[in-house]
């Protein structure tokens, strides 16, 4: 027994200068880790910090011991209650200390720090200490959080769907371009398009709206316009865009920012609407009409040549008044019915018979509407019978086919991004769409019970109003640039919305000012960012000038002074050392610029 408690014996000398080495070790350790340990003795009420906390505080050790008192006040005010109800926890649930806040140095500077600990209870588990270790992360936090803004925003501006994002410089010249774009101007890869005058994609006819939407935005104006491009591939369609100028750390504008979305359903559905309204006028004009008569004999009277050539070919010669209307060659059927419709006529009845048949001529389906109406003679007796027959086949099909229309632009309508309101002068609504409520979250009740001032920011009514006045006085038809404003949302926050309105109060069909409008907050809120940043970065620029400045001063003051000759040579050396240490006074200010300009945070 006495032997192996001598084989555990570490000779005072060795234990010594092992304990010696495990604390270089340790010391080491902590500052490449840039980690400290911490005990809190809750019996004595002490703490003891190692030396790698000390220079995580930037403090000295030989400020050893430190109380519990000076501990707390090194944690951020903000953090502090947080820090402290954790403490409670752990000692009172025996959950695991774990532990993220911040720390302020004695130079001010705040430290992001994680910690672990454990607690070393009594047989009545009762807190006797809490030994613990923390890191100081604050590198990896900003780290990290400078490269999550920075890919929130590029995913955010480059993915979103359906707008196209993209960058011109000045001359006009593509520089970026996110994948939805390349997707509506046909390029099958971002080389494609990269290096091209945006200008050669823009319909001729368009080209001054584009170019006075650029040329705003290089004056710093922000601005919105449609116009229509033309693909790679050769197609055409209808942009709507808006551009922001993007500025350097001095506020040169040094390009143009566009976000722009393709409206080209929106459009083709508005010019459906109105080519299927053509096409009915169209219709009502052209339809093939027969028309003849017969007497009480049904022998044919008199008709015209369309009829005669239907009838001609039925009876397989040609036709002509004083022929029998009673056609037996098309069979039994066929007689019957057409003998049935004429004796009713004949006896007085006023009718309208439907006809859906397929044609023996074309061999196609065809549908007529066949009137029948007695010929009375002076002595008001039935001497003969009128009948017309009214081909609408063609009115038949693009009813169908309108029905089909209507129907896909209703539910463009109710499940596009787009709502529609027609408005009168002083903003009350005569109609909204279903789309509203997607929205607004209003109804559609709701939204028509309601004036358009009710819900529009207050900083906007005398916009909206002006517009309203103005778009009046243009001629029917036409619309006022896009306008963002903002209203209140059924939630109760504020959205921004993208309206264009159209006059079209003399429209007999409207009757009022037509309303087209989308949210855009999203939009908006990135464009702000935007501008936000070139203000930090301008601000930036500016205090770091005069930082520069007074070693750079210091640098042409020993200059000019060694420049005089006067100077002993151990004066030179001197002067010579100062000049050394400005300079490196002036790169330490040069790198910090440099650490501060890649800090800025779009908020």
């Not at 970026?176 to 398009?193: C, K, R, Y």
């Not at 419709?341 to 004949?346: C, F, I, M, P, V």
Request: hydrophobic share 40%; aromatic share 6%; glycine share 6%.
């Amino acid at each position: 027994m006495e032997k192996e408690d001598n084989q555990n014996i570490i000779p005072p000398s060795n234990a010594k200068g092992e304990d010696k080495n495990h604390k270089l070790i340790l010391r080491q350790m902590e500052t490449l880790g840039k980690l400290g340990h911490w005990e809190v003795d809750f019996v004595a009420q002490t703490l003891h910090w190692s030396e790698g906390v000390f220079h995580i505080l930037e403090m000295d050790p030989s400020d050893m011991p430190v109380d519990l008192e000076k501990g707390f006040l090194s944690v951020h005010p903000d953090d502090r209650e947080r820090a402290v109800k954790h403490m409670q926890e752990v000692l009172e649930t025996g959950i695991d200390y774990d532990l993220e806040c911040r720390l302020i140095t004695t130079t001010g500077k705040v430290k992001i720090i994680h910690s672990l600990a454990d607690v070393v209870r009594n047989e009545k588990n009762e807190p006797l200490q809490i030994v613990g270790i923390f890191q100081d992360i604050t590198e990896q936090r900003e780290a990290y959080q400078n490269l999550l803004q920075k890919e929130m925003r590029l995913s955010s501006i480059l993915q979103s769907e359906p707008e196209c994002v993209k960058v011109v410089s000045p001359d006009g010249i593509l520089v970026e371009m996110n994948p939805a774009g390349l997707q509506m101007i046909e390029a099958d890869h971002l080389e494609d398009a990269l290096g091209q005058k945006v200008e050669n994609l823009v319909y001729p006819e368009d080209l001054v709206f584009y170019q006075s939407l650029h040329k705003n935005a290089l004056q710093g104006i922000q601005s919105s316009a449609r116009f229509r491009i033309i693909g790679f591939k050769g197609t055409q369609r209808w942009m709507e865009s808006t551009a922001v100028p993007l500025t350097n750390q001095t506020g040169e504008i040094i390009s143009v920012l566009s976000v722009t979305r393709d409206i080209s359903e929106k459009v083709i559905a508005e010019e459906n609407l109105i080519r299927t309204k053509q096409n009915q006028e169209a219709l009502i004009n052209s339809t093939s009409d027969l028309v003849w008569s017969l007497d009480s004999n049904f022998r044919l009277i008199a008709a015209n040549q369309a009829f005669l050539d239907v009838m001609g070919f039925l009876l397989g010669t040609i036709a002509k008044e004083g022929d029998s209307v009673l056609i037996l060659n098309q069979g039994e059927a066929f007689y019957e019915k057409w003998k049935g419709y004429y004796e009713r006529g004949l006896s007085g009845e006023t009718f309208k018979s439907y006809e859906r048949f397929i044609s023996p001529i074309t061999g196609k389906e065809e549908h007529r509407e066949v009137f029948f109406n007695p010929i009375k003679n002076g002595n008001k007796q039935i001497s003969g019978l009128a009948c017309f027959s009214k081909d609408i086949t063609d009115l038949i099909v693009k009813r169908m086919e309108l029905a089909s229309s209507e129907k896909r632009y209703r539910a463009l309508v109710e499940n596009g991004a787009d709502a529609i309101a027609i408005l009168s002068t002083n903003g009350n609504p005569k109609y909204v769409s279903p789309s509203i409520t997607k929205v607004l979250g209003y109804s559609e009740l709701e939204a028509l019970d309601m004036n358009l001032f009710d819900i529009i920011h207050p900083d906007d009514i005398p916009k909206i109003k002006n517009r309203l006045e103005e778009v009046v006085t243009l001629p029917e038809g036409n619309s006022l640039p896009s306008h963002n404003f903002r209203v209140k949302h059924r939630n109760g926050s504020w959205r921004w919305l993208e309206s264009t309105i159209t006059n079209l109060m003399d429209d007999e069909s409207i009757g009022g000012i037509v309303d087209n409008f989308h949210d855009v907050t999203e939009r908006v809120v990135q464009i702000t960012a935007i501008q936000t940043q070139n203000e930090k970065l301008k601000a930036i620029a500016w205090t770091q000038s005069h930082v520069v400045r007074n070693p750079l001063a210091k640098l042409m003051g020993i200059v000019d002074l060694i420049k005089t000759g006067t100077l002993s040579p151990t004066e030179e050396r001197k002067s010579l050392d100062h000049l050394i240490e400005s300079a490196k006074e002036l790169d330490e200010i040069i790198q910090d610029i440099v650490l501060k300009s890649q800090r800025v945070i779009v908020p």
